[in-house]
């Protein structure tokens, strides 16, 4: 395989937070968001990462983005360590990588023109007025809509459009890496397939590197070279989008593409089985390996101790005591 540079390093990282439990009268409890993560993102690849509600994907997404302080580990970008960047490191950093949260009205101002939500980051990254407007026209074209969008306003845009906008914003000031947190899950099916595809041209003609997180296995089918999976905090899998997709390890990567509609009819009841009971809380981890309580195959071993990293190949990673 090709040799890529790594332009986000993650090591030991961990983000914790401390949230108050009055109501039972029991002080603060720590929720435990990421856990110890390690991962490297290569230059101008594509990384799906996957995970249950509150695994701690948009946590991972901020960390990586600097906008919330880590708890412990260190977040390294073009090999700059972000938590000790001087200023003008962190001005760069911040023209690096962009963003595209997945609640579409917190990444568009209801009260801007499309001109000015495009135009805004340019001007606060110090470009002029008139160059900025230039560059907003161009970006446009880019994701492929037309001059006489620029005036619109969002309520007046369809959910695609809006997305594109989304895109364009992100886009403007030419990032080297893109997070896009649920890119699609807001869109109707059939304009779920144009916005990918012109994620993937973007990320053709800029050799863009790109985190995509999602629920829709789908979309990380179509679009990720390299899958991670998360559960409660921690990363359970690593691997090519087509090892991850077709021949999962670990239970819980098993689980969820069992739960994913294109896979294997005579498979899917039993493999479905393996999802009954909660997603366990951040809070109160359990012992050992985090996904024992609802894993079919656990052993003994599983609720003691916390597995390690084994490699079943030089790109595939699992932890899980099954694996070894
Ligand atoms: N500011 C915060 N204060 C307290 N807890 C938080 C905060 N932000 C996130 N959390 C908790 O951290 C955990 C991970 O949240 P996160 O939003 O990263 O999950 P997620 O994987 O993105 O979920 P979803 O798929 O629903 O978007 C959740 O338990 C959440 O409640
Ligand atoms: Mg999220």
Redesign the pocket.
Known sequence: MEQRNTVIHLEHVR?E???DNRFFSKGKRT?K??NDLTLDIKKGEILGLV????????????VILSL?KITGGSVLVDGVDIGKASKEEKKEFRRKVAVMF?DPASNLNPRETVESSIMRPLVLHGMPKKEARKKALETLRSVKMDERYLYSYPHQLSGGQLQRIAIARALAIDPQIMIL??PTSALDVSVQAQILNLLLDLQEQRNLTYLV?T?DLNVIRYISDRVVV?YL?KMVEVGPTDVICTNPSHPYTKALMAASPILDPTLRGREKSIMKGDPG???HLPEGCHFHPRCPCAMALCAKEEPGCTALAEDHQVWCHLCK
């Open positions: 983000k937070f401390s949230v929720v968001a990421v995970g249950e509600s509150g695994s701690g994907k948009t946590t991972l997404a901020r919330t997945q947190d649920e997180i629920h998360m905090g809380s951040l809070i």
